[in-house]
């Protein structure tokens, strides 16, 4: 099984500590952080020393005060092509289990964090996945999203079925899954599965402005809509509702909740400070 590197997630260095030739991380502006995978002989292909960096370092950033919001993209005009074909062909059930081939779309699954996918190029098969985990996906016009895994006599095994199932149905999540065809990123919009397009090569910069606006946001409540929407996604209406009724009323315990309104009463800006 492949190690998790410990590391302190106030340590300033963690930055280039977790950084490799493969997956870069940057702070293009307070609070904001940028995953940028970039494997281009590959078209940024996921392997699993790729994948296992990804994870450790959503893991620290998520540990890491003063994070706010996490952008995650590709290099060389792609976003994640797929699964590295060449390195999954041999491997064993045995192989997938011990090497733990889904950490990172458990870790992201799982993070506190939100998470926009900014998308240019190809997101096929764990691609598509990766884009599936996080909150927010901004697409360029020309970007194409599919799962393709039918193709290679397997099933999308990283969530693709029973995201794409959440997001669009079952009708047009069938379509997608048994023909393996790619759908351009404005037709994924209309789907439901991309949150907005924007023209070519304008994916991050836009995915940024989105970050850098939610970033200063109270910490607090952010934290508290991606926690009732991920749990509720799956529950009796009933109960969904009980839990957002239950988060509404905790916060108005905060100081948050105090300096928003208070703020909005005296017409200034607010003064969050997460607590």
Known sequence: MTAVRSVDPADPAILSDLSTESVRVTEPATGVLQVTIDRPERRNALNIAVKNTVADIIEALDRRPGVRVVVVTGANGAFVAGTDVAEMVSLTPVEHSLRVTDRMFTVLRQTTIPLIAAVEGYALGGGCELALCCDVIVASRTARFGQPEVLLGVIPGAGGTQRLLRAVGRYRAMHLLLTGQPVLAPEAH??????????????????????????????????????????????????????????????????DQKEGMRAFLEKRKPDYQGR
């Open 190 to 255: 209309v789907m439901g599965f991309v949150s907005e397009v924007t023209d070519e090569g304008a994916a991050l910069d836009r995915a940024l402005e989105i970050a850098q606006s939610v970033a200063t946001m109270p910490q607090l409540a952010v934290a508290a809509i991606k926690e009732v929407v991920r749990a509720g996604a799956d529950a009796p209406l009933d109960t969904a509702l009980l839990l957002e009724r239950k988060t509404f009323q905790i916060l108005f315990d905060s100081h």
